[in-house]
């Protein structure tokens, strides 16, 4: 896998003036053949690139959906939420996208602390009433610590999925991270994701899954056992 560089980055062949000297530039020459932050996934570590994408730390909504492009999101819609600049530690949640198909949390079933994680394997379920969601690990990891607050209100995740509603936290193993979706990217999936959900509803399900052209708020409440069923395991894994 090639190595991911900078969204920021932009290479062109400069030409200097010793007497007019351009500063914070970085001129295409033999120096970048020796790859710095710019040319790595720890391009996140600069203080420039971390300047530029703090001001995109708030929820946004795309297509009735909330997001925080801040955040890491595995295709499984488990986010990711680095808590420390090596991310080595990480904090780790459902997203807007999965409370609004699995309906009203009643009741979480979270791993032990100190458990450990593998990548795409069931880590924590989420109840509403009889139904069940599995959700997978976005990546490998020890859990490090989990949210009590959740646990005694489960409906946390559904007001506040990405802040009050976090399910717990964890040691990364791995460099893991910079493979899921993120920024731009995440956006644009997200945007597929209420797409397909969006012609599943009405060609295969036959009915609406949008009012004024945004997801309705409870998605589930529209979906039969065999429905939501099948709506979950395509989405959620």
């Known amino acids: 896998m090639a190595d991911e560089k900078c969204p920021f980055l932009e290479m062109t062949t400069v030409t200097f003036c010793k007497a007019f000297p351009v500063k914070k530039m970085i001129p295409l020459d033999r120096s970048t053949s020796t790859k710095g932050l710019c040319h790595t996934g720890n391009y996140r570590l600069c203080s420039a690139f971390r300047e530029i994408e703090g001001h995109a730390t708030a929820a946004e909504s795309l297509r009735g959906f ?7 999101f595995h295709p499984r819609h488990v986010w990711i939420a680095p808590g420390n600049e090596a991310e080595t530690e990480a904090r780790l949640g459902a997203d807007d996208f999965t409370q609004r198909l699995v309906g009203r949390i009643d009741r979480v079933s979270l ?10 394997s ?17 990546g ?29 936290s964890m040691h990364l193993a791995g460099d893991w991270i910079p493979r899921l979706y993120h920024g731009g990217v995440a956006r644009q999936w997200l945007d597929w994701e209420a797409e397909r ?3 599943m509803f009405s060609s295969d399900l036959g009915i609406t899954a949008t009012d004024g052209g945004e997801a309705l708020t409870d998605i589930s409440s529209r979906l039969n056992e065999a429905q939501w069923s099948r709506i979950v395991a395509l989405f959620l894994g």
């Open 140 to 168: 490998d990891g020890i859990v490090r610590e989990i949210n009590r607050k959740v646990v005694e209100d489960p409906g946390l995740i559904n007001r506040d999925p990405y802040e009050e509603g976090w399910l717990f």
């Open 122 to 138: 069931v880590c924590f379920l989420l109840h509403s009433g009889k139904r069940t969601a599995r959700m997978v690990s976005p």
């Open 111 to 120: 791993p032990a602390e100190g458990a450990a994680l593998r990548e795409n």
């Open 197 to 199: 959900l969006h012609r």
């Open 66 to 72: 909330q997001l925080r492009p801040d955040y890491y």
